[in-house]
């Protein structure tokens, strides 16, 4: 495969797992020293691996199902790093009232190439659509 077609890959192996709460798998895809941001979509950023799985292992306890379906992917490669867009529709149930949440918007991702693939270096979502989120940072 090509570097692209690899980090496509990445992106729907980001949805997958993060989608059957695969948290192991999930933090495997990220550099150590990766960030995800979340402040553009109401919530925080997360600096490390140990910080951006708090905030799946949180979404874990706070949703029964969730769905990302994925599309767009807009990917520059040079060398051991690339930059991409990728739009995304996420779909949760609580496990609190059984409510359904969606999030429409695309990630803006840094990506590098290590000994183990593509990770990504980092993940910022941008909503495109107004929603309401679920995990609040507490206050």
């Known amino acids: 495969m090509t570097d692209v077609e690899d980090i496509v ?35 925080e950023r997360y600096d490390g691996v140990e910080k951006i799985r708090e905030f799946f292992e949180k979404e874990e306890r706070a949703l029964s199902h969730v769905m990302h379906i994925t599309s767009n992917h807009r990917i520059d490669v040079t060398a051991d790093t690339g930059v991409g867009t990728v739009y995304y529709h996420a779909m949760g149930i609580t496990r609190r009232g059984g409510h359904e949440n969606q999030a429409r918007g695309y990630y803006e991702d840094t990506y590098r190439k290590t000994a183990d693939g593509w990770r990504f270096a980092s993940r910022r979502s941008c909503i495109l659509l107004p929603w309401e989120p679920i995990l609040r940072p507490q206050s």
Do not use: Q, V
């Open 9 to 43: 890959r990445l992106t729907h192996d980001y949805a997958l797992y993060n989608d059957t709460f695969r948290i192991d798998e999930l933090m495997s895809l990220f550099a150590t020293d990766a960030f995800f941001d979340m402040a553009p979509a109401g919530l």
